[in-house]
């Protein structure tokens, strides 16, 4: 009788899982604008929605978090998940911003291959996230650690080709100007993939 009188909790899980997948989609979508340049309008469009979507995710789950007594597990675990997944999905929106403006006739391969590992890497949170919502540990951590070196080796990789500049004209330099700024994106996308994925792993360990 007394529990039928106490709030409901909000679905956090749910809406955590629903960002997740945008999150996942917007990986996914840049990495098609690195694969298929032709793609790039349709691409840059949808993942300029789902950013908006996004947003408006993010408000909703800070603001049941705010009028919510009971919660699944700490309230700053999930404040910690929203924020991480939020800050993930604006860094990776930054990037195809980045890759809309600048119509890199050509993709470097470095460049393309980080896209694809950090795909994974966000795949992977999701698999992390859903084993927290059931209370287990989904055993990804070893395989993130992993892609996240991946991805470092290939940033120095991708750094390196660029600054071996044999023809320093002017329009090799721009070219070099603008991929600097697009590895640079990159980078800030992973390092807040990265957070994310220590916030979901702490919460693992507190609950699992």
């Not at 470092?152 to 080709?161: A, P, Q």
């Not at 590895?183 to 699992?208: F, G, P, S, T, W």
Request: aromatic share 6%; with cysteine.
């Amino acid at each position: 009788m007394f529990n039928s009188l106490l709030p409901q909790s909000a679905p956090f899980f749910k809406l955590l899982l629903k960002q997740n997948q945008i999150l996942r989609t917007v990986a996914a979508a840049v990495v098609e604008i690195l694969e298929h340049n032709n793609a790039l309008d349709k691409q840059h469009r949808e993942v300029a929605t789902l950013e908006a979507k996004a947003d408006n995710l993010h408000m909703v789950i800070s603001r049941h978090l705010s009028q919510t007594f009971i919660t699944p597990i700490d309230r700053e675990d999930i404040l910690h998940i929203n924020k991480a997944q939020e800050e993930a999905i604006d860094q990776l929106h930054n990037m195809a911003n980045r890759l809309y403006i600048f119509e890199f006739a050509k993709i470097r391969f470095p460049m393309l291959r980080l896209a694809r590992t950090l795909h994974h890497m966000v795949e992977l949170t999701g698999n992390m996230l859903q084993g927290l919502s059931k209370r287990s540990d989904s055993h990804n951590t070893r395989e993130f650690r992993t892609l996240r070196n991946e991805c470092e080796m290939l940033l120095s990789m991708g750094l390196g080709e660029l600054h071996d500049l044999s023809d320093p004209t002017p329009a090799n330099i721009l070219e070099v100007l603008k991929w600097s700024q697009a590895y640079d994106r990159m980078e800030l996308a992973l390092e807040q993939v990265v957070e994310l994925a220590e916030a979901i792993e702490e919460a693992v360990l507190k609950n699992a």
